[in-house]
C-alpha cells in the first residue's frame, strides 16, 4: 500500500517530507549527504509534531532521515559554532532551546535508524520513544572527541535510557558502537536488516496505535513527567559548557582531526 500526502497539510519546506498510512504520520528529513542538524530543520520538526499533536487522525509518529544516515549530528566543517550559537534575530534562540519542543509534544514517535545517528543526531534519536535499528547502524556521543561539552540534552536523556555507568562510558570515550551493542545496552529496541528498517518502524508505530489513544497519550505524560524540565536544565549547563570549551585549542584540534579523519591529540588548553 502506498502512502499519500497527509490530508490538508501545508506546503513542507524541502528538507521534511510528510506521509501518512493509516494512523502512523511519516515524518522524514532530508539534508543530503549526511542529515546534519541545524536550527530550520529542529523547528521543522518542532512545528510538524505540534501540529500533530492537534491531528486526532495521527496516533503515532515515525522519525526517519533520507538516505545513508539518520543524522551525523552538526557540521563544524562550516564552522566553528556548527549552529549552536544563539542567532542576532533569536536572543536564546539556541538550537537546543528550540529542541526543548520536541520534548514536549503528545504523540508517540519511533525513529528508523538506518545509518550514523552521531552527536546531536543521537540526541535526536532518543528524544523519540522508540528506536528501530540495524546492523550496520552507528551510534557515537562524540563530542568528547571533538573537544566539548556533550549536547542536545543527552547529559540526561541517555543515562535516563541506558544508565549512568554505560552513558558515562560513551561520554567519556566518544565511542561509536554498532546496532547489535546498541541493542544490547538498550539503546534500540529493534534490530532488523537494512532494507527493512522503516517498515519496521512504521509496523511498530501502527502497533502503537491500535491501542486507545488517549490512554497511550496519558501513560506517555506519566512515564516522561519531569523530561522536559531535566531536559531545559540539562541544555542550559551544556551550552554553558560548551561556549567557552569551544574557543579552546582542544576543540580546534577536534575538529582538524575529524576532517583528517586521525586521532586527536589534545593538550589540555
Sequence with gaps: MTAQPTPGQPAAAPMLGETREGHVVTLT??????????????????????????????RAVVLAGA?????????????????????????????????GRLVR?????????????????LGLALLADFRVGCAEARFSANF???????????????????GAQKAALLFYTGRRIDGATALEIGLLDELVPQAEVLAAAQALAAEIATSAPFAVQGLRAT??????????????????QQSWQRRMADFAEGRRAMAERRPPVFEGR
Design 29 to 58: 528529513f532530508s539534508r543530503p549527504p549526511n542529515n546534519h542538524i541545524n536550527r530550520a530543520l529542529v523547528i521543522g520538526l518542532a512545528e510538524a509534531l505540534e501540529r500533530l499533536d492537534g491531528d486526532a487522525g495521527c
Design 67 to 99: 538516505g545513508r544516515h539518520f543524522c551525523a549530528g552538526a557540521d563544524f566543517s562550516q564552522g566553528d559554532s556548527g549552529g549552536l550559537d544563539m542567532p542576532d534575530d533569536l536572543p536564546g534562540g539556541t538550537l537546543y532551546r528550540m529542541a
Design 105 to 121: 509534544t503528545r504523540k508517540p514517535i519511533v525513529a528508523a535508524v538506518q545509518g550514523a545517528a552521531i552527536g546531536a543526531g
Design 144 to 162: 568528547t572527541r571533538l573537544g566539548f561539552h556533550p549536547g542536545f540534552g543527552l547529559s540526561t536523556t541517555l543515562p535516563r535510557l541506558i
Design 223 to 240: 512515564l516522561r513527567r519531569g523530561l522536559a524540565e531535566a531536559f531545559d536544565a540539562a541544555t542550559e549547563r551544556e551550552f554553558e
